[in-house]
């Protein structure tokens, strides 16, 4: 149902000192539709998107919307007029309630209060209607990540929205949270609404967009029908090139036994049991994925092996060595290194330059700390290095890494990770938000480190981000390993069956079997 | 520094910039002084509207100000003598508020360094003047890092809110220098509550004839440095701040949390005993009550005005001591209350709490 125009945004620069975030960016979105923003990290699809929602001020281009100029810097005039945006990363306050968190800057504190109830009986009635399962009362931090999406999503819902901007909404959600996004996006446009989605998955986009634009430094250089393209042609149009899906790699070989992991069990932020006694090894010269919904004790047994979270019952080994009960700073030191989860809550400082986030285990160890004074030099040259090797988007090695992409984050933190040549490096989603060239790239320097000897374990959501890389998959499901596969496409059904939680009885005949600890 | 904030304008967009380290260096000062500097000259000028408001000339007021302090050599060294422990604890506290732990006891712990820096000054008496003296700031120091030790252990150990126990210990000190200078401590035969008198062998040497500026002011400027030095370019400093930003992070990389948080407010607790005991040595020789019209409490002003950088606490604490020793001659030679000036100075406070809660505005990731 391609309607008529209902957005245009003409001819938009903006910089950053010496970085063009924009360059002439032009843009129509047309009423009704779900219209795709694909583009490399750093393009500048979300600058371009906080112009249009009022959260930045382009230098130059103006945004029409509905015939109407819109003003721009202005947040309020973007809602007004029926913009609104769920951003890359949540702008939630944790210690609020959902209801509260919807009022936050709408008029007199007083007024609002007096009001909560019939804010909370509004959102109810949206959450039912949509089917988006948010309660009012909930407390944001106590939210997973997929919960805490749906509701941003319902905020700009709440708001009036009919011009809805998502920015990679996908890249923290699991295969099954996604799809239910996919649907809703769809219910929202037969409901009358229009859709702008950034993505880095093409099948994504191919899936549910309507039409379809790709970025590149700061401009459109390609829009078309959705129907009239394909993931490999997009992938072109993004990275100039052709994108390599099948990753070529070296055999397995086996090496000795690095990191051992018996019985493991630990307990969640409340106390609950979350790991319930985890078995694995991992070799040298392999990488050992463990795919799952997010939410079955991932995210405890990378902080337990880290030494972030106390382990209730088990041993982990590394070289022989029991890490159980020493310090992250202990496990830091012992050639263990890792690629958190939730990089802005962990793996970044937000604030502070590029090199003061690359240092970040290392502060107080040479080369790059001497006599416990820190060494610039040293700071800025591995820095640069960093940068320069993994094409990190930056205009300086001092700028604080908030101005970086979210993409560029990503990559900065993984670059980190393998440049302390751990012998054992633990990745916790190593992919997430980085674009598909980059991705390519990335995925290859872990085989990189694979082929040297070291001993990786991917934890992960995406089964392509396994399937490119692993040499064997595990299966987690409520705290336990319950099944270990091959990287092999063809069986997606077993390991997806498995990640629900359901024994796989009907195999295809010649198949091996399934190992079930 | 690490404090820069986001670039926001498209008019910094030269391609020439930063080309010279030491170009890019003057650049970024500039820039992290301009909030300060915008935020005093927004509070000056409300605060001459409120002279104007109350019937005075504001020009004039601010100019018999500027020219009392300014005024010759006496006047600026006793300016500087109010900076002295201004600074002293002000760049302590920058170290604390840095680590994101909010001392407001700075003024218990100036106390508690008083008191131990007495007790070391009137009796061993034997000692050689030079040990002595050093004697007596050591003992300052060690009694301030103490005193602020504990609400930083009673904060890593049962998270107890170290707002709350900071002023707490506030009374405490206080009462107990008023407890030591009406007993144990109080000079014999003396008339009033006030502890016996330091031999002159052990004041601070003074560094301009005629002035009764000390030593105690190179002392604040050298601290400063070292201050800044810990901070931006130590290890230790570097997880300090980490630790002040995002805890999270900081246990991912493998920093004790509480190892910091205990540092850091003994370190400005320490700066503030200091300044308590350079302001015996240096000023009153002896301890009495109320011994500080309130240090502790400018110097978080300091702090704050300096945006938590020692090297900044340096002007920010001239700043307040030009305003405070101003306030004197504004009372005296222009007869505008005393009050007035507190509420300029109150505005300043405001102003720059409010650029600092626009910054934090303006700094939300653009994503
Ligand atoms: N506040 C800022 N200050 C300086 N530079 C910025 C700022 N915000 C964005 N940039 C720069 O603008 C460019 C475009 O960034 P943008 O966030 O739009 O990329 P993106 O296309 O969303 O990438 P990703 O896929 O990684 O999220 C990047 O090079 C980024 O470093
Ligand atoms: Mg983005």
Redesign the pocket.
């Known amino acids: 149902m391609a309607g008529q125009t209902l957005l245009r945004i003409e001819n938009v620069h ?1 910089r ?2 010496a ?4 360059a002439g960016a032009s843009i129509e979105v047309r009423e009704g539709e779900i219209y795709a923003l694909l ?12 112009i249009l929602c009022g959260v ?1 001020t382009a230098d130059e281009g103006r945004i029409v919307c509905r015939g109407v100029e819109l003003q721009p810097g202005s947040p309020e005039e973007a809602v007004r007029r029926g913009i609104g945006m769920v951003h ?1 990363h949540f702008m939630l306050v944790p210690n609020l309630t959902v209801a509260e968190n919807y009022v936050l800057g709408q008029g007199s504190p007083l007024r609002v209060l007096s009001h909560m109830k019939a804010v909370s009986a509004r959102i109810r009635e949206l959450s039912d209607k949509y089917g988006l399962d948010v309660r009012p009362d909930a407390l944001v931090r106590n939210l997973s990540v997929g919960e805490q999406q749906r509701v941003e999503i319902l905020k700009v819902l709440y708001h009036g929205i009919d011009l809805l901007i998502l ?2 909404p996908t890249a923290v959600l699991t295969p099954q949270e996604t799809d239910r996004l996919l649907e809703l996006l769809r219910d929202l446009v037969a409901d009358g609404k229009t859709v702008i989605f ?1 993505s ?1 998955k093409l099948d994504e986009v191919m899936r549910v967009s309507d039409r379809v634009s790709v ?1 590149r430094d ?1 401009k459109v250089v390609f829009t078309t029908d959705t129907s009239a393209t394909n993931p490999r042609e997009l992938a072109r149009m993004m990275v100039g090139r052709d994108v390599l899906m099948e990753l070529p790699r070296e055999a397995a070989r086996q090496g000795e036994i690095v990191l051992s992991v018996r019985d493991l069990a630990c307990n969640n932020e409340l106390g609950l049991p979350a790991v319930r006694g985890v078995s694995f090894d991992v070799r040298r010269n392999e990488i050992v994925g463990i795919a799952g919904v997010s939410g079955n004790g991932q995210s405890e047994l990378a902080l337990a092996m880290s030494g972030l979270a106390p382990a209730t019952a088990g041993s982990i080994r590394l070289n022989g060595e029991e890490l159980c009960g020493l310090s992250p700073a202990a496990i830091n030191r012992r050639s263990f290194a890792h690629v958190p989860e939730d990089r802005h809550k962990m793996g970044i400082v937000l604030p502070l330059p590029l090199t003061e986030n690359v240092i970040l285990q290392r502060y107080n160890r040479p080369p790059f700390s001497a006599r416990g004074l820190l060494r610039s030099r040293a700071v800025e040259d591995h820095t640069r290095d960093l940068v320069q090797r993994f094409k990190v ?3 300086d090695i001092d ?2 890494i ?9 990559k900065l933190v993984v670059a980190r990770e393998l440049a302390r040549h751990p012998d054992f490096l633990l990745i916790n989603q190593l992919t997430r ?3 598909i060239g980059a991705m390519e790239f990335v995925m290859q320097e872990v085989l990189k480190q694979r082929e040297a000897g070291k001993a990786i374990l991917l934890i992960s959501t995406e089964l392509e981000e396994l399937f490119a890389i692993c040499d064997r998959i595990l299966v987690i499901y409520e705290g336990r390993i319950i099944g270990e596969m091959p990287p092999d496409r063809s069986r997606l059904d077993e390991i997806g069956l498995l990640m629900a939680g359901k024994e796989p009885s009907a195999r295809s005949a010649g198949s091996e079997p399934v190992r079930v600890h | 520094m690490a404090d820069i904030d ?3 304008s498209r008019k910094a967009a030269s391609p020439f910039s930063s080309n010279t380290p030491l170009l890019a260096w003057s650049r970024r000062l500039l820039k992290s002084m301009l909030p300060p500097l915008v935020a005093v000259l927004v509070a000056l000028f409300a605060g001459a509207v409120l002279l104007a408001v109350t019937g005075f000339n504001p020009l004039d007021i601010f100019t018999v100000m500027v020219s009392g302090v300014f005024q010759n050599v006496r006047s600026i060294a006793e300016m500087l003598l109010k900076a002295t422990p201004l600074i002293l604890i002000g760049v302590g506290l920058c170290v604390s508020f840095r680590c994101s732990i909010w001392n407001i006891g700075a003024e218990g712990q100036f106390y508690a360094g008083a008191c131990a820096a007495t007790f070391c000054g009137v009796n061993f008496a034997g000692l050689p003047p030079a040990l002595h003296i050093c004697l007596v700031l050591v003992a300052g120091t060690a009694a301030g890092a103490l005193w602020a030790a504990i609400a930083g252990v009673l904060k890593v150990a049962f998270n107890a809110s170290e707002i709350v126990t900071t002023i707490m210990l506030n009374y405490i000190a206080i009462f107990m220098t008023s407890y030591l200078v009406t007993g144990p401590l109080m000079e014999q035969g003396a008339a009033y509550p006030q502890s016996a008198k330091f031999a002159h062998a052990i004041w601070l040497p003074r560094i301009i004839p005629s002035t009764r500026l000390h030593i105690g002011i190179l002392i604040a400027v050298a601290l400063a440095v070292v201050a800044y030095v810990f901070l931006f370019r130590s290890s230790a400093g570097y997880a300090v701040r980490i630790v002040g930003i995002n805890s999270h992070a900081a246990r991912y990389a493998g920093i004790s949390v509480s190892r910091s948080i205990v540092l850091a407010i003994a370190i400005s607790g320490a700066l503030a005993g200091l300044a308590g005991a350079v302001q015996i040595e240096g000023v009153t020789y002896r301890l009495y009550q109320d011994i500080s019209p309130g240090y502790g409490f400018e110097a978080i002003a300091v702090a704050l005005l300096a945006n938590n950088n020692p090297i900044g606490a340096i002007l920010s604490g001239i700043l307040f001591a030009t305003l405070d020793s101003g306030s004197e001659l504004m009372q005296i030679n222009a007869q505008v209350p005393q009050v007035l000036v507190f509420v300029i100075q109150g505005m300043v406070i405001l102003s720059v709490v409010g650029f600092a809660a626009l910054k934090f505005q303006s700094a939300r ?3």
């Open positions: 903006k950053f000192g970085v063009i975030a924009s583009g490399e990290n750093g393009a500048g699809k979300s600058v371009l998107m906080s930045l890359q920015d990679e950034i880095h970025m700061g988007k930056a205009r700028v604080p908030q101005t970086l992409s979210g993409g560029n984050q990503q938000g980085i674009d | 986001i670039p926001p990731p653009s994503e």
